[in-house]
Structure formats: C-alpha cells, structure tokens
C-alpha cells in the first residue's frame, strides 16, 4: 500500500495559500500565538497554517494568517503542541519553515501526537520550505515580508530568491515589510549585529531611530526587564542600581511559583546578587 503524501509542492502551497487568504480576507493579518484567533484560520474554520520557525524569523516575514507559537528554538516546539493539540482536531494543519528540515520533524510529531486525539486530522508541510518556494514566485508569491536566513546576511529579501516581472500579483511590495522595531512598534525588518537581547544575546529588532537612544536592548521576551536589567553596570550610579534592584525583585514576586520560570528566576537572582555585591562596596567594579 502506497504510503499517503505527506507534503506538498511550492504549486500546491500556493494554491492553498489563495484559498485560505480568499477565505479570510475580511481578516487583518494580526498572526496571533495560539490557534484560537480568527486570523489564523480559513473563514469555515477547517485549516489552521503554522509557522515552525521561532519567533524571530517569523517577526520579519510569514505566510499570512500563519500562527506563531513563539518559541526561541525549535526543541520548545513539542510543548506547544501538546498546549494546543485539541484546537487542531479534525483540521488541515499546514506546516511550513525555511528548508523543510524543520517541518519533517514538526510534522512527524503532530501526527504522533494527534493520533489519539483525532484520525481524521491531516498534516502537510511545505516540500523545501520557504527557500523553494520563494524560488518559484519570489515576490509574485504570497509569502510576505522577508525570509530569515542563517548566515551573515541574516535576512534576504523575496526579490533576491526570484526577480519578478513586471507583471505581479502581489503589487504591495513597498508595504511589505511586517517586521516591527520592537521599541517604537514602526515598520523594521532589518537585524543588525549589535542589537542583541543583552539577557539572552537574542536578536532584536531595533530602527535607526530608537538605536542610539539605548543603552542596551531587549528582545520581546524580556522587553519588561528593558528599565532594570543591564550587562554594563559600571554605566550607573547608586541611585540608578537601587532602582533597577527594585525593578528586578518586582518582576522575581510576579514569577516566583512554577518550574516554567525557574531558569528566568536563577538569570534575574544572579543579577541582583551582582548590583547587590557593587552597592555593598564589595566590588569596584564589574
């Protein structure tokens, strides 16, 4: 017996991508973290679209109408997953990441995991990824934004996969830019290699505008920590560490029960131990 295709072809994604947009076209493209919002699924509700990269590739370019599950690597995936499983019972789940690599994985998964919550439930990832894809229709393609790639260049545009003719479907180019500086919510989709999360040396998207206004940056998972948590403490006085101290065992009240948050607990324990030690006069210097 012939083994059930499991993808599908940049031609049949495409497709999929206009009918689900031509479903939800009363829709905003507000790609949402879970798979309950209205944007993230066709109008009759029967596929749900997901993005198996992690939150930052996704911040510069998606598929529209794709979820986020908002993961930093790709080994958190599984626990979304098992969060949402329920959601995705007798659905179309349509699954797609830059190479395909991901997804095989991604894929495999959901159904194993799905297989004792639904047999009806169908799962496909996109053959090659967004990389393929973007080499057939480039900016003709419904793909929005920029693709994140793993090297210097960091993003690349749809342009550069497929140079299109003049003859276009996709006539929003100069609005197609969906990344968001991450302190003053304008359009950005640019990484550079200095705005890094100085918690977590993720990367950040930050303008030009916003850039030489900071001291240091926060990615969107620690973004409450941007007035109280520094690497460079030798830039404070007192006055400024006794508040950050204050900031940060505010924010050690608010996540001081679950196991979810006991790596975030013993980052932010060791920080105070460190702005405690220079307040002390224990050390000159960092």
């Known amino acids: 017996k012939r083994r059930p295709k499991n993808y599908l072809t940049p ?12 479903d939800g076209d009363n829709n905003n493209d507000n790609s949402a ?22 939150h930052k590739e996704f911040a510069v370019g998606h598929f529209k109408h794709a979820i986020d599950p908002n993961t930093k690597i790709f080994a958190q ?28 994985k991604a894929s495999a998964f959901i159904r194993n995991e799905l297989e004792d919550v ?6 496909y990832h996109l053959k090659g ?9 480039g900016a003709d393609g419904m793909f929005r934004g920029k693709n994140f790639v793993f090297d ?32 003053c919510d304008n359009h950005y989709d640019n990484f550079t290699g200095d705005s890094i999360c100085t918690v977590c040396r ?10 030489p206004k900071l001291i240091e ?11 109280c948590y520094f690497t460079n403490l030798g830039k404070f006085n007192r006055e400024d560490l006794e508040s950050q101290l204050k900031g940060l065992e505010s924010v050690l009240h608010e996540i001081s029960i679950g196991k979810r948050y006991k790596q975030r607990r013993q980052c932010l324990h060791k920080q105070c131990d460190k702005i405690r030690q220079i307040l002390g006069g224990e050390l000159e210097k960092l």
């Open 202 to 211: 993720e990367n950040c998207l930050v303008c030009d505008e916003c850039r």
């Open 118 to 123: 639904s047999s009806t439930t169908a799962v």
């Open 217 to 227: 940056y926060h990615c969107a998972d620690h973004f409450n920590l941007r007035h």
């Open 152 to 183: 210097r260049r960091l993003v690349v545009d749809a342009e550069e996969h497929k140079k299109s003719g003049e003859n276009s479907e996709n006539n929003n180019r100069n609005d197609n830019i969906v990344g968001k500086c991450q302190y």
């Open 33 to 54: 973290n879970g798979v309950n919002s209205t944007s993230t699924s066709s109008n009759n509700n029967d596929t749900i679209l997901i993005d198996c990269r992690n």
């Open 129 to 137: 990824g967004i990389h393929k894809y973007l080499d057939q229709y």
């Open 77 to 104: 995936f599984p626990r979304w997953v098992r969060e949402n499983k329920s959601s995705l019972r007798n659905k179309k789940v349509l699954m797609y990441c830059t190479g395909g690599i991901r997804c095989e």
């Open 11 to 22: 031609e049949e994604w495409h497709n999929e991508m206009k009918q689900l947009d031509g």
